[in-house]
């Protein structure tokens, strides 16, 4: 289980902010942007590591990097985690259903990858939705690889104190030099601002720009 440390909603600068999204006027927001994957495409090809897990590791390191994306309500008392883990989809080909599966994040791009093969493996066989307990500490990602998005939006009917973000990969596809995909993020307005996403997706963009490094 990961640490945690707790918020003081009453010193907080965000404090008028986080009891009017969260009580008044209770909402969230989503956007989509075109993340360049230019340097990716040919890293995995030259290293033979799957586009899915590289994505979802360059996406965890950036979300993990941001507070404001690593925040939960636990015990009636707002939180902000030490590290918050992916909780992901998987496609099953022959039924076309998806389970999601998890794996804890780690700034080791190796031992990431190695655990999410692992994940994997142990959970090939399982189509439940949740074949293990997701962790508390979690943001969500999920992917449409057969579509190239120009917006997405999950409608969620009640996520009052649900703070953990949403991400949704689309399909990556050449305009010019460049290999954009679409990321679609939805997020609770009572713990994330614009500014926030902006920055998040500077770090991920950044991410995606010197993966070379990763080698």
Same mark, same amino acid.
């Given at each position: ?91 099953? &080909?022959?039924?076309?259903?998806? =389970? @999601? *599966? ?5 700034? !080791? #791009?190796?031992?990431? %990858? ?21 962790? &508390?500490?979690?943001?969500?990602? =999920? @992917? *449409? ?5 120009? !917006? #997405?939006?999950?409608? %969620? ?59």
């Amino acid at each position: 289980m990961a640490e945690y440390q707790t918020i003081n909603i009453e010193e907080w600068n965000r404090k008028e902010h986080f009891n009017a999204y969260r009580d008044a006027i209770k909402c969230g927001f989503s956007l989509t942007v075109k993340l360049d994957i230019t340097q990716v495409i040919p890293f995995v090809k030259e290293t033979g590591f799957k586009f899915y897990p590289v994505m979802i590791y360059l996406l965890s390191q950036a979300v993990n990097q941001h507070p404001a994306f690593k925040m939960s309500m636990k015990e009636g008392e707002l939180i902000l985690w030490d590290r918050v883990d992916p909780v992901y989809t998987v496609l099953h &080909q022959d039924t076309e259903t998806f =389970s @999601a *599966l998890s794996v804890p994040y780690s700034d !080791s #791009f190796m031992d990431f %990858i190695d655990s999410y093969n692992k994940v994997l493996q142990k959970n090939e066989n399982n189509k439940s939705f949740f074949p293990e307990q997701a962790p &508390q500490n979690h943001f969500n990602i =999920s @992917a *449409l690889p057969w579509i190239h998005f120009e !917006s #997405f939006n999950l409608n %969620i009917a009640d996520f009052t104190d649900y703070f953990a973000p949403s991400f949704t990969f689309g399909k990556y596809q050449t305009e010019g030099s460049k290999i954009l995909m679409p990321l679609a993020i939805q997020v609770h307005h009572a713990v994330c601002d614009g500014i926030h996403v902006a920055k998040l997706i500077d770090t991920l963009q950044q991410a995606c720009t010197t993966i070379q490094t990763l080698k």
